[in-house]
Nanobody, 115 residues
Framework: QVQLVESGGGLVQAGGSLRLSCVASGSIGNINGMGWYRQPPGKQRELVATFTTTGSTNYADSVKGRFTISRDNARNTAYLQMNSLKPEDTAVYYC?????????WGQGTQVTVSS
């Protein structure tokens, strides 16, 4: 089992920045990758950015050049640095970690971008 706790969401004006954090605990030695998804109001959950333990990263086209995913292995923490935020980035952001085909999810953190 893997437990994930997100933090760092909030309200920001368009053009601003936020950094989300996700602390993993439990069977973290088995994790194959981590990442962030988001669910905008009234829409389905969508991929934002992910990384694997082999070093590859993946970003949604809508956030490329604005968001950066990173990790601190010593702190068992994944980060999502979000710059140049837009109102359409408003969503609940969820941290995820996967072990083989099993996905674990955090409780989500709200990000609201005002115009």
């Amino acid at each position: 089992q893997v437990q994930l706790v997100e933090s760092g969401g909030g309200l920001v004006q368009a053009g601003g920045s936020l950094r989300l954090s996700c602390v993993a605990s439990g069977s973290i030695g088995n994790i194959n990758g981590m990442g962030w998804y988001r669910q905008p109001p009234g829409k389905q959950r969508e991929l934002v950015a992910t990384f694997t333990t082999t070093g590859s990263t993946n970003y949604a086209d809508s956030v490329k050049g604005r968001f950066t995913i990173s990790r601190d292995n010593a702190r068992n923490t994944a980060y999502l640095q979000m710059n140049s935020l837009k109102p359409e980035d408003t969503a609940v952001y969820y941290c995820t970690a996967w072990v083989l085909v099993w996905h674990y999810w955090g409780q989500g953190t709200q990000v609201t971008v005002s115009s």
